[in-house]
């Protein structure tokens, strides 16, 4: 079975520029959860999307925005990008996205902002 | 309020010594679920081991072994025997049982000397 995949792995913007992450998750799950990990702020949920909808977001502004398709796969979107969005931005599916399931963790896509 | 704290963030060790990373959360759910992750310099995190709250037994798998106490709210990970391919950043984690959100703690990086 296919892990979690994100698209690119490495990114590299300007400031005020936007971008948008890929995740597709492992085949059958249909939870997607993105996290934001940086060394000072460790890592922060950014949000979950379930079955095409967001069911639960953190605590970030409004440029951090996400989707899911039909087919589970999903993006997440920043818009006007700031040097603190510097971060390394992890996907991780399960199945329905219940406490009790393990999340598997793509390999993060790498964003550095100058 | 959630909180997961690794008071460790670094531990040192030469091989073969047992190490035993700790964990201590806080939280007003009844039902939770705590995780170990491991993440590699690669940066994937990789599931450990899922306990429920309900479960206070300890487990074992291999070099691994876990103690969850909830009368101190702690879940400690110890490594027998630690090898130089334990080197990684551990992590704890807290997740309710109705959604996909881990709350996760700082980490710790751990590095097995050979």
């Known amino acids: 079975k296919a892990g979690v995949t994100q698209t690119p792995r490495y990114l590299i913007k300007t400031r005020g520029q936007q971008v948008t992450l890929s995740c597709s998750p492992i085949?059958?799950?249909?939870?997607v959860s993105w996290y934001q990990q940086t060394p000072g702020q460790g890592l922060q949920f950014l949000f979950e999307?379930?079955?095409?909808?967001?069911?639960n977001k953190g605590n970030f502004p409004g440029r951090f925005s996400g989707r899911q398709f039909s087919n589970s796969r999903s993006e997440m979107n920043v818009s006007t990008l700031e040097l603190g969005d510097s971060a390394l931005y992890l996907c991780?599916?399960?199945?329905?996205?219940?406490?009790?399931?393990?999340?598997?963790f793509g390999p993060g896509t790498r964003l550095t902002v100058t | 309020a959630q909180k997961v704290t690794q008071a460790q963030t670094e531990i040192s060790v030469v091989e073969k010594e047992d190490v035993t990373l700790d964990c201590v959360y806080e939280t007003r759910d009844t039902t939770y679920y705590l995780f170990w992750y491991k993440q590699p310099p690669s940066g994937e995190l990789v599931f450990l081991i899922r306990?429920?709250?309900?479960?206070?037994q300890n487990e074992i798998s291999g070099r691994y072994s876990w103690n969850f106490q909830k009368s101190t709210s702690s879940f400690n990970f110890t490594i027998t025997a630690s090898q130089v391919v334990d080197s990684a950043v551990y992590f704890c984690a807290l997740g309710s049982s109705n959604t996909g959100k881990l709350i996760f703690g700082q980490g710790t990086t751990l590095q097995v000397k050979p």
């Open positions: 991780a599916s399960s199945l329905s996205g219940t406490g009790w399931q393990e999340q598997y």
């Open positions: 306990r429920n709250s309900f479960d206070e």
């Open positions: 999307y379930f079955s095409e909808t967001q069911r």
């Open positions: 085949s059958g799950h249909r939870s």
